[in-house]
């Protein structure tokens, strides 16, 4: 049996960061950026406006006040996305919406509320004005008031993201602003998921009795989903060497496969063998509970290296095995290097006993913050075929080995699996309240 920390290890130690490919920018949301990126032009390219009102000089409004308004001719008007092609000369002043360009000779904006703004409201583009028509302004304007510089958020030819930056909507906006309609990230991973079990059937068929349906293969297959790769399901191979070697066969074009079950002692076994034979083990158990069976190994197939992780069979079991080793190492093969989740400190509501085994305990719990301080209370029975236990939690107790039993009120980590802690989150546990 090896620790959680050193299977880590070691599992990564075969997974690589796979190639980089070239797609549309939307599509490239969440992954890893391989080319440093630069802005060809300032951002904004022009200075201009961030209120609607006049263009002025500013020392042409010098004393303005309520009392002593300053009445300046408007020559012209200009709106966002046009350049207005005279001048703001001396006594003169250009209206003005947010976004457009300050004219030239301009240097600040007067907002609407401190002038008399004697216009109607209109859809004006841009246009010269003949008519002597005057606007009054009430307060002084400093020279830059109310103006955006070019390039004060971005210079021409500056780096706006260097590579290894995983992409979040606001770097995905950053990328649009400087006009990269295509981005060079690493490709997202396929990862081949196959459920093992003569007792398994499929949802959506009848099932017979003595069967259960594939839980594993959607639940993990949404794991794979959900940190960004790209499921494939391979459907159900029975308890057999050869209809397992079939099925294993036919997910060897992924970059990664994952099975369940098959791989616990006293059961067939098949995966085991399976690995030895077409594969190469790397380990067998890692001291965590739920989960201790656990196998990992790397199928070779046109010189490629896929690596394989065998999940254990129990629902809770292959969940968090895949959270705790499968996510890590679809996030390196998508070129992150952080797959650290946040930790908490909480305090258990709760005694949580796990005297005598040499196992962290992964308890499946719900943590709460109240007035800054996080509350864990388990989420009822901790077996490891009970999956709905992982549907109402958003954590998992980290509770090292050498410790016996937790009293309520001490202190706990637990490894936030979601940060959702809201009414809705309280209610979820219908079959406690009917048996309460
Ligand atoms: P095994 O590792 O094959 O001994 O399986 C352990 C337990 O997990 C057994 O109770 C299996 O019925 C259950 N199990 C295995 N695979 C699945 C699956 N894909 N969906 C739901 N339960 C499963
Ligand atoms: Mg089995």
């Keep these: 049996m090896i620790s959680v920390e050193d299977a880590l290890e070691r599992i990564l130690s075969y997974v690589d960061v796979l190639e980089p490919e070239e797609k549309p920018l939307l599509e490239a949301l969440g992954q ?3 080319e440093d990126v630069m802005s060809s032009f300032d951002i904004p390219p022009l200075d201009n406006t961030s209120m609607d009102g006049y263009a002025v000089r500013a020392e042409d409004t010098r004393g303005a006040s309520p009392e002593s308004p300053v009445d300046l001719r408007v020559v012209g ?5 046009y350049v207005f092609e005279g001048e703001v000369t001396q006594g003169t002043a250009v ?15 007067v907002p609407f509320e401190e002038t008399d703004e004697p216009f109607e409201k209109a859809p004006v583009r841009t ?10 302004v009430f307060k002084e304007a400093q020279p830059g008031a109310n103006t955006r510089r070019a390039g004060e958020d971005v210079r021409r030819e500056q780096t706006v993201l260097r590579r290894g930056t995983v992409l979040r909507p606001s770097e995905i906006g950053v990328l649009a602003s400087v ?3 295509r981005v060079k990230v690493i490709r997202c991973p396929v990862v081949a998921v196959l459920s093992t079990g003569d007792e398994l059937v499929e949802v959506g068929e009848p099932r017979p009795a003595g069967k259960i349906y594939d839980s594993n293969a959607y639940s993990v297959g949404a794991l794979v989903r959900r940190y960004g790769g790209m499921p494939r399901l391979l ?9 397992l070697t079939a099925k294993i066969h036919g997910g060897l074009e992924a970059d990664m496969l994952i099975t369940s079950a098959g791989v616990s002692r006293g059961d067939y076994d098949v995966v085991k063998e399976v690995l030895a034979r077409e594969g190469e083990i790397a380990f067998w158990t890692a001291a965590m509970k739920p989960g201790k069976p656990l196998a990992f190994g790397c199928f070779y197939r046109d010189g490629r290296r896929i690596p394989h992780i065998g999940l254990p069979g129990n629902p809770v079991s292959s969940m968090v095995s895949f959270e705790l080793f499968g996510r890590p190492a679809l996030l390196k093969m998508m070129g992150k290097t952080d797959w650290h989740r946040p930790m908490v400190r909480a305090i258990a509501q709760e005694q949580i006993v796990n005297r005598n085994d040499p196992r962290v305990f992964y308890a499946r719990c719900f943590v709460r913050e109240r007035d800054g301080r996080y509350y864990a209370s388990l989420t009822g029975p901790q077996g490891s075929g009970m999956l709905t236990s992982m549907a109402y939690a958003n954590g998992l ?15 706990i980590d637990v490894l936030m ?4 802690q809201g009414e809705e989150w309280g209610s979820r546990r219908p079959a406690e309240e009917a048996a309460e």
Excluded: C, H, N, Q
């Design 77 to 81: 008007e200009v709106a966002a996305g």
């Design 32 to 34: 890893v950026l391989v």
């Design 179 to 181: 006009g990269k309609a």
């Design 417 to 420: 699996l979601d940060w959702s």
């Design 397 to 411: 107790t980290v509770i090292p080995p050498e410790v016996d039993v937790v009293e309520p009120g001490e202190e």
């Design 127 to 136: 246009r010269r004005l003949d008519a002597a028509a005057i606007v009054r």
């Design 235 to 243: 459907g159900i191979a029975k308890d057999t060497v050869e209809a």
């Design 95 to 109: 209206r003005i919406m947010t976004g457009a360009p300050v004219p030239a000779g301009a240097d600040a904006i």
